[in-house]
């Protein structure tokens, strides 16, 4: 399948349709009524988004996934999206990374409504395009188009940048330049460590003798701070805060570098939507180990469900495949093995959803009764031993070795009413352990 | 955009099929040995597998793009049936495009208002005159012959960015169909619909709808070829034309399981429907 031009004759039909084109319109007159098996069909106006030297690989970040994206372009405008063949999360599997982009050309993954509307989220009649500043008091939607060098000015100079505002004509706003107080990274690094010295005083009496202390040890330079008597807010800088939304593909370091490292400001704060951060925060969890008695330190932030080898889809809540990270992968994966059987979906869901439509069971429980169903679940499973028992008795690490298994869980451990496990010397069975801490406390 | 482009008309820079062990390569793969032979011994054909269509509409929004089409105007729809009462239901996504049919009704009855207005290519595409079949008196006469119900679109000239600030430079541009490239303006007042994305694959590419779909619901391919993955597809029996008793011969075919399972689910007592089948979704919007 390597070169099919090897199988027809194929091997002149591009070179063909090339130099026809190249020469120049031979086929200008085949307009309607012609016979496709000529091969100058679109010449003069050769169709440009074949064309490898046309197309742009990229990310799309029409959602967070993240899909892997070729951008077709016509006279320099972007016309077309595709998903990339190289990238596993649009063609399942993606071809070679070695594969010479020529190649690649004719091979397209798949891609989701959302990024085929990428065109029109680029090219938003609505986008602004300019910088927008205030006309008018806020909340009035008055704006005014200014130049992005007279924006940079202001925001580095500040000064009376409302004059033109009814009420707001002498107003001064501090520029970043102001803001930029502490400048000296020695000095800072100083500052903050005898900041850390007042945080760790117990009393106030003893806070306020550490304030005195750092006022007298810094006293030239407290017109730097926000307020000298409350060195923990910290240098003027802090003043300057970068609030912002994805970070993806370097944002995060690039801002960290500005903000942080270069400007000074501890205040670089982001964000991410509700239901990803469930994602995040549960892959965290489920990725603890137990160090010194607890649960903690989990690194998989990030995780996904094997769709390609699933037997069973429980989707509680998740539409997964109208969003749920990829529906251009999950539905390429999931949906083969449904067709094949390979796969039995159940949707937990009070909307029948476009995975319900596929499922072999919609259970459209009511919003805030899944806890219910799932307790219902875990007793019938408890009732009717339908449980991995070898695998539940690897209680630890060592438990797991001895077992045979990958993995261990805490699912078999006793939990008391407090929240807390229950010991073996609680439920008098042993003796109450010891443990060392990785200092070697007791 | 300070980009450096291949120049309209200069050498295409296509290679050959890249190795790889999908769906997608295979029938990549498949295409370019069609492309290999005379239009008049290929079959183009289109296996839709229900089963697997997500109802996404990935295939509809590609097919705008690629075709550069206005407002109203989509060549590829996903129809979507709900069926049953609650809590026994059930939900059908139906991809619905030109069944470019062999014994087409719409190009008999277009001609008969305008002759040439359509026509079936040798590979089996319906292919629109865009300068012939103008007016809504045409438009109105292939639609009513469809028995498939609004695979034909009117094209008013409007575009999806009239009335706001500035008309985008992508809806501006000119697009690649039935052998030539046309201005936006040009196809405006003409009846649009589709035709396999040809323009594509004179270029060697899959249909805009075939290679976008998350749930790769689409199969294309020659089911003259032998060895093409089509031609297994409907050697396996599974795959079914849409009410064959019309004898309009379509070039579209469907895998489509469900329709046992939905006539199990007992109907909405508020219809008349006797019974469910791919004609339910297919006269939908009628």
């Given at each position: 399948m390597t070169d099919t031009r090897t199988e027809t004759t194929d091997i002149t039909r591009r070179q063909f349709l090339g130099s026809a084109a190249l020469f120049g319109g031979t086929a200008a007159g085949l307009v309607s009524g012609r016979a496709s098996d000529l091969p100058a069909e679109c010449a003069p106006n050769a169709y440009q988004l074949a064309d490898s030297t046309n197309m742009l690989h990229t990310v799309c970040l029409q959602c967070n996934t993240g899909c892997g994206i070729r951008v077709k372009l016509q006279d320099g405008v972007a016309v077309k999206i595709e998903g990339s063949p190289y990238s596993p999360w649009t063609l399942v599997p993606p071809i070679d990374y070695r594969t010479p982009l020529a190649d690649a050309a004719l091979v397209e993954g798949a891609l989701c409504p959302k990024g085929q509307a990428g065109v029109q989220t680029a090219y938003d009649p609505y986008r602004i395009v300019k910088v927008l500043k205030r006309a008018g008091p806020?909340?009035?939607?008055?704006?005014?188009?200014?130049?992005?060098?007279?924006?940079?000015?202001?925001?580095?100079?500040?000064?009376?940048?409302?004059?033109?505002?009814?009420?707001?004509?002498?107003?001064?706003?501090?520029?970043?330049?102001?803001?930029?107080?502490?400048?000296?990274?020695?000095?800072?690094?100083?500052?903050?460590t005898a900041v850390e010295e007042i945080r760790t005083q117990k009393s106030a009496r003893e806070k306020q003798e550490a304030v005195e202390a750092f006022k007298a040890r810094f006293k030239d330079h407290l017109h730097l701070l926000i307020d000298p008597e409350h060195p923990d807010l910290g240098p003027k800088n802090n003043q300057v805060s970068f609030v912002w939304d994805r970070l993806k593909g370097g944002r995060a370091e690039f801002i960290k570098r500005f903000i942080s490292e270069s400007f000074g400001s501890i205040n670089a704060h982001g964000h991410t939507t509700v239901c990803q951060g469930s994602l995040y925060?549960?892959?965290?969890?489920?990725?603890?180990?137990?160090?010194?008695?607890?649960?903690?330190?989990?690194?998989?932030?990030?995780?996904?469900?094997?769709?390609?080898?699933?037997?069973?889809?429980?989707?509680?809540?998740?539409?997964?495949?109208?969003?749920?990270?990829g529906p251009t992968h999950h539905a390429r994966k999931l949906m083969g093995n449904l067709v094949e059987d390979k796969v039995k979906i159940a949707v937990v869901d009070p909307r029948f959803s476009k995975i319900a439509a596929k499922?072999?069971?919609?259970?459209?429980?009511?919003?805030?009764?899944?806890?219910?169903l799932a307790l219902g679940m875990i007793r019938w499973i408890i009732d009717e031993q339908r449980y991995d028992r070898k695998f539940l008795s690897a209680a630890n690490k060592a438990g797991a070795k001895a077992v045979g298994e990958q993995s261990w869980t805490n699912a078999a451990w006793l939990v008391k009413e407090d929240g807390s496990f229950l010991r073996a010397s609680e439920a008098g069975v042993g003796q109450k352990e010891t443990r060392t801490t990785a200092d070697g406390k007791k | 955009m300070a980009l450096r482009l291949a120049p309209a008309g200069a050498q295409a820079k296509v290679g050959s099929v890249p190795?790889?062990?999908?769906?997608?390569?295979?029938?990549?793969?498949?295409?370019?040995?069609?492309?290999?032979?005379?239009?008049?011994?290929?079959?183009?054909?289109m296996v839709i597998d229900t089963r697997r269509c997500i109802g996404c509409s990935a295939c509809n929004v590609a097919c705008v793009a690629e075709n550069n089409l206005p407002p109203g105007v989509t060549y590829r729809t996903v129809r979507e049936v709900e069926l049953g009462e609650y809590p026994k239901v059930a939900r059908v996504f139906m991809p619905t495009n030109c069944m470019q049919c062999d014994k087409a009704p719409c190009v008999e009855a277009a001609n008969a208002v305008i002759p040439g207005a359509m026509k079936k290519r040798p590979d089996g595409i319906v292919e629109i005159d865009y300068a012939k079949m103008r007016g809504r008196k045409v438009f109105e006469a292939a639609t009513r012959a469809c028995p498939y119900g609004a695979a034909l679109y009117y094209d008013d000239g409007k575009n999806h960015t009239d009335g706001t600030p500035a008309l985008q430079p992508y809806e501006k541009r000119a697009a690649c169909e039935y052998g030539r490239s046309w201005t936006r303006e040009e196809p405006a007042g003409a009846t649009r619909k589709c035709h396999f994305c040809a323009q594509r694959l004179d270029a060697g590419l899959l249909p805009a709808c075939v290679s976008t779909c998350p749930g790769l619901a689409m199969h294309f391919g020659d089911a003259a070829a032998p060895k093409s993955l089509v031609t297994e597809i409907l050697a396996a029996g599974r795959a079914r034309r849409l009410e064959p008793e019309l004898g309009t011969e379509p070039r579209v075919y469907y895998v489509n399981d469900w329709v046992d399972e939905i006539q199990a689910v007992p109907a909405p007592a508020s219809t008349n429907r006797r019974h469910v089948n791919c004609s339910t979704c297919h006269s939908f919007g009628r």
């Open positions: 806020r909340g009035a939607n008055e704006w005014t188009a200014i130049p992005f060098e007279q924006a940079v000015r202001e925001i580095v100079d500040g000064g009376t940048l409302f004059r033109n505002v009814k009420g707001k004509e002498t107003r001064r706003v501090t520029g970043l330049r102001e803001l930029w107080a502490l400048k000296d990274a020695k000095l800072a690094a100083e500052m903050s925060f549960t892959g965290e969890a489920m990725s603890d180990q137990f160090v010194e008695g607890r649960l903690t330190g989990g690194k998989k932030f990030y995780w996904q469900a094997d769709t390609a080898n699933v037997e069973f889809l429980l989707a509680i809540g998740s539409s997964y495949i109208e969003g749920g990270y499922a072999w069971m919609w259970v459209p429980a009511k919003p805030g009764t899944e806890a219910a | 190795a790889g062990a999908g769906t997608t390569v295979r029938m990549v793969a498949d295409l370019q040995r069609a492309l290999g032979r005379p239009s008049g011994n290929r079959r183009w054909v």
